[in-house]
Every structure is written in C-alpha cells, then in structure tokens.
C-alpha cells in the first residue's frame, strides 16, 4: 500500500502563483504512474496533469492548465507549480498514483492511491 500526503494549498490572489507536494510513502512509487486532480464541489473530480515513472518520458496536461501548471518528481515526492492562477483553479487537490509506469488517461478511476487534498482557493 503507498501512502500519499499532499501539502502546499493555500490561499492566493488571481496571477499568483503555489507549489503543491505530495509525499509519497515509499520508493515504489518511482516506477509508477502518478497525477494531479482537482475536485468542486458537485462536480467530477478532474485530472490536471500526470506523469510517467521515473525516467520514462511522457507528460500529460489537461487543457485548462497547460502552460501554467507543471508537474514534476523525485525519488519519492510529487509537486505541482501553479502559476498564473485563475478563480476556476479553486478547488480540493488530489495526488494520486497507479500502479502501472506510464499513464493512459488521467481518469480517476483508474487510479489506486490517493492522498487526502490539500485546497486551494483563487480569489478574483
């Protein structure tokens, strides 16, 4: 079992910019896929970036954050730069990570491991 712990969220004013990290409990986790989602209230939750294994080359965004968000990884650790941020980014953020190297889709369901959401709140 891996356990996942997000840190980071906070309070930010529009065009401002966080980092979200999520601690991963173990180096398994280097040679899985890992993501980012995002969830409101009485909506889907929403992925918003991923990431293949450590060194397999591979990134996915989803087109409401490429070019502002980046995700990136170490050994055991997962973050998420925010930049440029907009009201519609406020949400709950969810690591996440499958137990698979490389990522297909970022479909929550398909995901095994979550950690518990940090928020993030974009005033406009």
């Known amino acids: 079992q891996v356990h996942l712990v997000e840190s980071g969220g906070g309070s930010v004013q529009a065009g401002g910019s966080l980092e979200l990290t999520c601690r991963g409990s173990?180096?398994?986790?280097?040679?899985?896929?890992v993501a980012w989602f995002r969830q409101v209230p009485g909506k889907e939750r929403e992925g918003v970036a991923g990431?293949?294994?450590?060194?397999?080359?591979g990134l996915m965004y989803s087109d409401a954050v490429k070019g502002r968000f980046t995700i990136s990884r170490d050994a055991t650790n997962i973050y998420l730069q925010m930049n440029n941020l907009k009201f519609e980014d406020t949400g709950t953020y969810y690591c996440?990570?499958?137990?698979?190297?490389?990522?297909?889709?970022?479909?929550?369901?398909?995901?095994?491991?979550w950690g518990q959401g940090t928020e993030v709140s974009v005033g406009s």
């Open positions: 996440a990570a499958r137990s698979s190297a490389y990522c297909s889709t970022l479909t929550a369901a398909e995901f095994a491991f």
């Open positions: 173990d180096y398994r986790i280097g040679g899985y896929c």
């Open positions: 990431m293949n294994r450590i060194g397999g080359a």
